[in-house]
């Protein structure tokens, strides 16, 4: 079983910054897919950026240009660095990883979750 351990959530004002990492119980070489996703108050959950195996990337329209999405393999960890933070980025945020999937970019291609972290964003 992966285990997968979220860290960097908090609250920030609008405008601010936050890095959520995800550090995995397993190696991230290869053609793995992670991703982060998130859930606000009475919304599904969506997606906010994937990568898989290491390089290709994919971004939800409203984090374009404001989110970056990067892995350390030799910390089998996820980040996803937050800039230009708005209040409608308050949600809970979830690490998601697997290690079969090849589009990484659904609920469903993703097979370890993590047990979230809260951003909260004032304005």
């Known amino acids: 079983q992966v285990r997968l351990v979220e860290s960097g959530g908090g609250s920030v004002q609008a405008g601010g910054s936050l890095r959520l990492s995800c550090t995995a119980s397993?190696?991230?070489?290869?053609?793995?897919?992670m991703g982060w996703f998130r859930q606000a108050p009475g919304k599904e959950r969506e997606v906010v950026a994937s990568l898989k195996s290491g390089f290709i990337t994919y971004y939800a329209d409203s984090v374009k240009g404001r989110f970056t999405i990067s892995q350390d393999n030799a910390k089998n960890t996820l980040y996803l660095q937050m800039n230009t933070l708005k209040p409608e980025d308050t949600a809970m945020y979830y690490c998601?990883?697997?290690?079969?999937?090849?589009?990484?970019?659904?609920?469903?291609?993703?097979?370890?979750w993590g047990q979230g972290t809260q951003v909260t964003v004032s304005s």
């Open positions: 397993r190696d991230t070489y290869g053609s793995v897919c």
């Open positions: 998601a990883a697997d290690w079969t999937s090849t589009w990484c970019r659904t609920e469903g291609d993703f097979n370890y």
